[in-house]
């Protein structure tokens, strides 16, 4: 199982004190579950290949279709200059609509005659399909179109997608053609109805006019024109009037003080009275000639000064009809004004009547205007759409026609494969994180350490990872004691002697469950021990599995444990006395699995301090904690009790709960070995076991 710490270094961090970015535990991560991730992906990749090869394939063509600016809509007679603009903004899109619709989608099955024997229902699904495999796309922000089709085989997509770009081009002309005609009846309907409505509104206008005498000339009302003419006239009347009366009192008041009527202004102006005056002048210049040369009586001068007075009465009389004339004048312009004023007052009231009228005269003015501006917008349509009538220009038009594909876009098998690698990769990868969170076995001693709360002794390889040759574990020890595989068992004896500083002469081993390599470790160690000079006795006290006994082969005939516990043998130890090695072991006969009585009991103690005397080391082999009562009364007569552990095989929990049952108190736990460890993959886990770096020193056991 992994530690905390080593769940933190698969991300890459580094550990506590250390300033730089370490990768090594993320890359041993995935060396050693490259096998489940190689695995995940090739198997995803091989699903996704048989996938993409039983598959139905799909082949697309390809056509291109152009826009241009010749679209015409109802009432454009030609393109516009913001034509570009509003193909840009407007139709692009709506063209890629029309070329995916229902409409098209029947159109091409028309053309291509392939819905004549099918029945409605199967039509419809027909055409859903079609419409289905079609589609349109804007190349960027050009104004072409590109049309594809996915069909079953390569030929059926071609003729598919070409016959979409015939039918789009000539549906854009047909349609104009169709909408120009449909406007051009809808405007002449319209029209009918619209000059009937505005000469209605015209002559309900004039009607009204008439009626309400509102009939007017350059944009006014009569009674307006009259008052304007009154207005004028009255003034001028006005003035008259004043000049004329001025022009009789100026008359009189010089007639009042005294004149003759000489100075009167229409006087000197009179013609009659200025040839009156002549005369006068004449015949006074005779009578005073006359008179110095005749007398008073001459009948000249008396005729003549009758003359004279005759001419003067003809002055005064005429000074008189000029004075009278003024005054007759005067009146007349009196009573002009008069009139004048009484006919304005007429035409005012008259207006004040043709206001009051003119409110509805302003509604029948707008209704006729506005019926009239209709009728000229309708006609003006009706105008242009007749002058384009045969003016239709296609709005789109075939760029390229689709081409025979020669590879199906459906299953794509690169493409396909890719995502599978990634996919398998990832969920390879994904399957390894959740492998590495759900494993509780041991691996590394880092684990054991901070899982257990116990010392790390040693690390026993597996044989087959270092390269023996030899079958079995006390063969290697034996015949090769220069090997790593030696080495591990005198290491784990160093780690026991330094953690119990020498002084443990009663060696227990243990394991939490059955298969974890207890009885190869007891009899390797062992046989190091008598190797180092150490007279040692090797005891087998695991009555259910003998496992001393069938390991190293020992006859039935030699005396067992629990023969000498019972008092049935005895032990003979002189040969102990010599300095040969020594390597004795004391195994279990068949028939003694019910003697556990006898090893929790006093003999089995009284056993060990007999042969504390006789022995340098006592290896006991026990049974298995978690299985086993016994195992621990055992134990705690050990000086040291190691306890195995198969590497990546036993379960952290499983072994915490064994220690659990040897308490401290009781049982004198010195660690934890590590059993069947693959040197060949230990390398892909942490870097605190010597093991890890067995590639370095590996020539030391050449």
């Known amino acids: 199982m992994t530690s905390s710490r080593d769940l933190a270094h698969l991300g890459g961090s580094s550990g506590p004190g250390e300033d730089r970015l370490d990768l090594s535990e993320s890359f041993s991560f995935f060396r050693r579950h490259a096998v489940l991730i190689l695995a995940t992906t090739v198997a995803i990749m091989a699903i996704v290949l048989i996938a993409s090869l039983i598959l139905p394939k799909t082949y697309r063509a390809r056509s291109a279709v152009m826009l241009t600016n010749n679209a015409s809509a109802a009432g454009q007679t030609a393109a516009t200059q913001n034509g570009q603009a509003a193909i840009s903004n407007q139709l692009v899109e709506t063209q890629s609509e029309v070329i995916e619709s229902r409409d098209m989608a029947e159109r091409v099955v028309t053309a291509l005659d392939l819905g004549a024997k099918l029945s409605p229902a199967a039509k419809e699904d027909l055409l859903s399909d079609i419409q289905r ?62 000059r009937a409505q505005a000469q209605k509104d015209t002559e309900a206008l004039q009607r009204y006019r008439v009626a309400n005498n509102l009939l007017s000339t350059s944009g006014s009302s009569l009674t307006e024109q009259e008052i304007s003419n009154f207005n004028q006239q009255v003034a001028a009347a006005k003035a008259q009037a004043v000049e004329d009366q001025a022009r009789l009192d100026t008359a009189l008041a010089q007639l009042r003080s005294g004149s003759n009527g000489d100075d009167v202004g229409e006087a000197l102006g009179s013609t009659v009275i200025s040839n009156l005056r002549s005369q006068e002048s004449e015949l006074a210049g005779q009578v005073a000639n006359m008179s110095s040369r005749y007398g008073a009586n001459h009948p000249e001068l008396i005729r003549t000064r009758s003359q004279l007075d005759q001419v003067r009465q003809q002055i005064q009389a005429e000074i008189g009809r ?78 390229t026609l689709a081409s025979m594909p020669k590879n199906p876009v459906s299953p794509n098998l690169k493409l396909n494969l890719a995502l599978a690698a990634v996919i398998g990769l990832g969920l390879g990868i994904l399957g390894a994180y959740i492998a590495e969170a759900m494993f509780h076995g041991l691996t590394t001693p880092d684990e054991i350490e901070s899982l257990t709360g116990q010392q790390f002794l040693s690390s026993i390889p597996l044989l087959s990872s270092i390269g023996s040759s030899k079958v079995g574990a006390m063969a290697a020890v034996r015949e090769e004691p220069s090997s790593i595989f030696t080495e591990a068992f005198r290491s784990l004896g160093t780690s026991v002697d330094m953690a119990t500083n020498g002084t443990a002469q009663v060696v227990a081993i243990t394991s939490a469950l059955p298969g974890e390599g207890k009885t190869v470790i007891s009899c390797c160690l062992s046989h190091i021990y008598a190797t180092s000079g150490l007279k040692t006795i090797l005891i087998d006290c695991d009555l259910r599995r003998h496992g001393i006994s069938r390991l190293l082969k020992i006859d039935d005939k030699q005396s067992g444990l629990v023969e000498v516990l019972e008092g049935k043998a005895k032990l003979n130890f002189t040969s102990l006395h010599s300095d040969d090695y020594v390597f004795w072991t004391l195994p279990l006969l068949p028939g003694s699995e019910d003697a556990e009585h006898l090893l929790a009991g006093p003999e089995f103690t009284a056993l060990l301090d007999k042969l504390r005397t006789q022995f340098d080391r006592i290896v006991l082999d026990l049974p298995p904690v978690l299985p086993i009562a016994y195992t621990r009364t055992l134990a705690s007569r050990a000086d040291a009790t190691i306890v195995a552990a198969h590497w990546r095989k036993t379960s952290a929990f499983a072994l915490r709960a064994a220690l659990r049952r040897l308490p401290e108190d009781h049982v004198r736990v010195v660690g934890v070995a590590l059993n069947q460890v693959d040197l060949r993959r230990r390398a892909y886990f942490g870097r605190y076991d010597p093991a890890y770096y067995y590639k370095q020193y590996r020539e030391y056991y050449a």
């Open 133 to 194: 495999r079609v589609s349109a796309t804007r190349s960027g922000e050009s104004y072409a179109l590109s049309i594809s089709y996915d069909a079953a085989s390569p030929g059926d997509a071609v003729r598919m997608a070409n016959a979409f770009a015939t039918q789009f081009t000539q549906w854009q002309l047909r349609s104009d053609q169709a909408r120009n005609d449909e406007a051009r009846r809808d405007t002449e309907l319209q029209l009918e109805a619209l």
């Open 322 to 399: 000029v004075v009278s004339n003024l005054k007759a004048k005067a009146d007349v312009s009196s009573q002009r004004l008069g009139s004048l004023t009484t006919s304005l007052g007429g035409a005012r009231s008259k207006l004040s009547q043709n206001n009051v009228a003119m409110v509805g005269l302003s509604e029948l003015e707008r209704n006729s205007e506005a019926s009239q501006a209709i009728y000229e917008t309708y006609l003006n349509s009706y105008k242009q759409l007749l002058a384009a009538r045969g003016s239709e220009r296609p709005s789109a038009v075939i760029l």
